[in-house]
């Protein structure tokens, strides 16, 4: 074999071992991806079927509920506009609460509920993850359009 040839097999072979190295990292990469989704966006549908993915909003107020095992919750998340049940079996965060923000990761089955894998609280009073934050104001933005003049005024005047 002429040295030409040598090195071109070298060449194409560094190349072909290059490749599967991107193949291998972006694949990893990928499956590691956990997509941010609104509650509001769930309920539509636009929710990833059998991936992994990101849910948060505010813990509603009176939906946490503890089984006997002391490990597994049902809770619901809301982003004022639309809520999602959620059922994690693990150990809660210590400022994990009612009414307050939360981000969920995990997976939606079957029946509408989110299964959750890990489940994050926020870190100080004034904490929420950005994405819950914009969530949580767009709801609140599209609940007070379908408010009528009317009855806005009329809830003024009554204060």
Known sequence: MKSRHKKLALIGGALAI???IAALVLNALNSNI???ITPTEV???KAPQGK???I???VKEGSIQRQADGVTIAFVITDTAKDIPVAYKGILPDLFKEG???VAQGKLNETGTFVATEVL???DENYMPPEAAK???DAQKAANKHVSPSSAEAAKAGN
Request: zero cysteines; charged letters at 15%; glycine letters at 20%.
């Open 100 to 102: 307050k923000g939360a």
């Open 52 to 54: 992994l993915f990101r």
């Open 56 to 58: 948060g909003g505010l």
């Open 121 to 123: 609280a926020k870190h």
């Open 34 to 36: 956990a997509l941010y």
């Open 43 to 45: 309920a539509a549908g």
């Open 18 to 20: 290059i490749g599967i």
């Open 135 to 137: 969530a949580v104001d």
